[in-house]
């Protein structure tokens, strides 16, 4: 799916939309909000008026729909822009179910799902009043394919017939043929494959709408032309912003969207045990106020325990799998000895408890793909006690590997509090196995753009991922694969490129038939963990605090379990 924004939490983002958790099955008001009516589909239950304020530890890495591929940026973009489709506005699976946003339906396919066909809205308005057409959504996915905006997401432009040699419309002004739009409410995509889940990537936001006279390149991520139902009016990059309503948005075209509060405002770069205090207090403006800030460690007990807190909790499987990615490319992680050491050292029981504990980070993972996709499986290639960690054992597999001394790694870790507390008990641990843990600390709000640059990032890398939707194609592909590696915005931040393997890829990509296509995702998922490409942690959870003035709220599982903005309202 995409990062997510809980890399940047305790667990050290893309953008989250559809993936399967099971949140609504057990913790109706976990995944609901406290209430039965959070469950609502139909928008109707909202408060029109008010302010809604965001309280946030980072900000947003973009807000460009090119680029805007994390969960917390991607919830919040649907604010400021319109895509062809987008998600049911509702808590648990029904939230992941595909509906028409720009569109008129979820679009038609010719030619064996290659060819995609979608008729848009009549008098869709941006925020100036000027009419919304498809060669502005033409426009939009063209972007994507600029050097200067490498971060979104790569399942459209990859898949495109002629996006391998297109550059997009800075330096390509004919623009990309393989997307027509032969009036202003029609637009059809060709495709070089099949692409039977296209409604799915077409709500990602490279779809949204970019008029090109108000594009303004890679400053377009400060000020967004709002499609949607607000206009980012006012933004201070790591301090705060302002969004107010768009007058040309017209509600009764929008299904998606309950867009009540008159006002959003959102202060970020906020200490995370600050945040905390002020949610857990719920004092004046922040009885308005929703986060998506995972809740300390050292407040999990009294928010899950207080029931006059405890009402305001959101908790549940965010469907994300959380992993440390080993560069295979740089020493001494480009050793698969030195990164199979690592496997066996690592002190994931421990990490786990300076997170916060399995209500906080989930359960132990031995493995990429998730248990909420039908391809997952399950097998432990490096059992330790309790997955407690055996440095004893590393250490001699280092010196059996000819690594007597031990080894130094770089490791970047998110400079959060609770992100540097793991980071340290992680230290402790893998000194024991004679492993050198060099922390670099890194900028939230810049952890994405430095650790997707190869040439910046160091050997270890915190990453989290939501499926884009219930598919290994979203999970595998983008992560594992040689095309996938970038020189910025890159997302295979192991930097892992095995042919073979590339080409079981797409014969899994190819299969129709889902109970194989599911035995060769698992094949290829065993495989990185035998070749030691990354170190998974464990399955997220999500659990944060709202203020007592919010009503209509539920876990957006298209979002990493965090809380819908666009349907939210304020009493």
């Known amino acids: 799916m995409a990062r997510s924004s809980l890399a940047l939490t305790p667990r050290v983002p893309r953008y989250a939309t559809a993936a399967v958790a099971v949140c609504a099955l057990a913790l109706t008001a976990a995944c609901g909000g406290g209430s039965s009516k959070t469950t609502d589909t139909s928008g109707s239950k909202g408060t029109v008026g008010g302010t809604l304020y965001y309280l946030s530890n980072s900000d947003f890495g973009h807000l460009d729909p090119a680029r805007n591929y994390v969960t917390d940026a991607g919830d919040f973009g649907r604010l400021l822009y319109r895509t062809l489709t987008t998600y049911a506005p509702a808590g648990g699976i029904p939230g992941t179910k595909v509906i028409p946003d720009l569109a008129t339906d979820t679009g038609t396919p010719s030619d064996n799902a290659k060819t995609w066909k979608f008729t848009i809205k009549k008098g869709l308005k941006y925020e100036d009043g000027s009419v919304i057409t498809t060669k502005d959504i033409k426009y939009g996915v063209e972007r994507t394919f600029s050097e200067?905006?490498?971060e979104g997401a790569p399942y459209i432009k990859d898949a495109l017939v002629g996006g391998d040699a297109y550059k997009g419309p800075y330096k390509d002004k004919a623009g990309l043929a393989s997307i027509e739009t032969p009036d202003d409410t029609t637009i059809i995509f060709h495709f070089k494959e099949p692409f039977a889940d296209f409604p799915y990537a077409a709500a990602l936001p490279g779809t949204a709408p970019v008029p090109q006279a108000k594009d303004t390149n890679t400053k377009y991520d400060l000020r967004p032309f709002s499609s949607g139902p607000y206009i980012l009016?006012?933004?201070?990059?790591?301090?705060?912003?302002?969004?107010?309503?768009?007058?040309?948005?017209?509600?009764?075209?929008?299904?998606?969207?309950?867009?009540?509060?008159?006002?959003?405002?959102?202060?970020?770069?906020?200490?995370?045990?600050t945040i905390d205090q002020r949610m857990i207090a719920d004092n004046g403006e922040d009885k308005?106020?929703?986060?998506?800030?995972?809740?300390?460690?050292?407040?999990?007990?009294?928010?899950?325990?207080?029931?006059?807190?405890?009402?305001?909790?959101?908790?549940?499987?965010?469907?994300?799998?959380?992993?440390?990615?080993?560069?295979?490319t740089k020493k001494p992680t480009s050793d698969i000895k030195v990164r199979q050491a690592l496997e066996v050292a690592w002190p994931k029981k421990a990490a786990r408890i300076a997170g916060g504990g399995p209500l906080v980070t989930g359960d132990f993972a031995h493995d990429v793909i998730p248990p909420s996709l039908s391809s997952h499986q399950d097998f432990n290639l490096y059992p330790t006690t309790d997955d407690a960690g055996d440095p004893v054992k590393a250490k001699k597999m280092l010196a059996d590997a000819g690594y007597p001394n031990g080894v130094t790694v770089t490791v970047g870790v998110v400079a959060t509090a609770t992100g540097q507390k793991v980071a340290a008990v992680i230290k402790e641990g893998l000194a024991k196995a004679g492993i050198n843990y060099k922390i670099q600390l890194i900028d939230a709000s810049k952890y994405y753009d430095i650790i997707g640059t190869p040439a910046k990032q160091p050997n270890l890398v915190g990453y989290a991922?939501?499926?884009?939707?219930?598919?290994?194609?979203?999970?595998?592909?983008?992560?594992?694969?040689?095309?996938?590696?970038q020189p910025q915005g890159n997302i295979n931040v192991s930097?892992?490129?095995?042919?073979?393997?590339?080409?079981?890829?797409?014969?899994?990509?190819?299969?129709?038939?889902?109970?194989?296509?599911?035995?060769?995702?698992?094949?290829?998922?065993?495989?990185?963990?035998?070749?030691?490409?990354?170190?998974?942690?464990?399955?997220?959870?999500?659990?944060?605090?709202?203020?007592?003035?919010?009503?209509?709220?539920?876990s957006a599982l298209p979002f990493g379990g965090q809380v819908d903005v666009a349907n939210v309202s304020v009493k």
């Open 148 to 150: 200067l905006l490498p």
């Open 233 to 273: 009016s006012s933004y201070q990059v790591g301090k705060t912003f302002t969004m107010t309503r768009n007058k040309y948005w017209d509600r009764s075209t929008d299904k998606a969207r309950g867009a009540y509060p008159d006002t959003v405002i959102g202060y970020v770069s906020l200490d995370g045990a």
């Open 288 to 328: 308005n106020a929703v986060t998506f800030k995972l809740v300390e460690p050292e407040n999990v007990t009294k928010v899950t325990s207080d029931p006059a807190i405890k009402s305001r909790v959101i908790t549940g499987p965010d469907g994300s799998i959380v992993y440390t990615a080993m560069d295979t």
């Open 465 to 485: 991922w939501i499926a884009d939707w219930p598919a290994a194609s979203t999970v595998i592909p983008p992560l594992f694969t040689c095309g996938a590696i």
């Open 495 to 554: 930097n892992y490129c095995n042919k073979d393997f590339d080409a079981k890829v797409a014969q899994a990509k190819a299969e129709t038939d889902l109970k194989k296509a599911d035995k060769l995702w698992g094949e290829l998922d065993r495989k990185l963990v035998e070749d030691a490409v990354v170190i998974p942690r464990y399955y997220g959870k999500s659990i944060s605090i709202q203020g007592s003035n919010i009503k209509n709220y539920w």
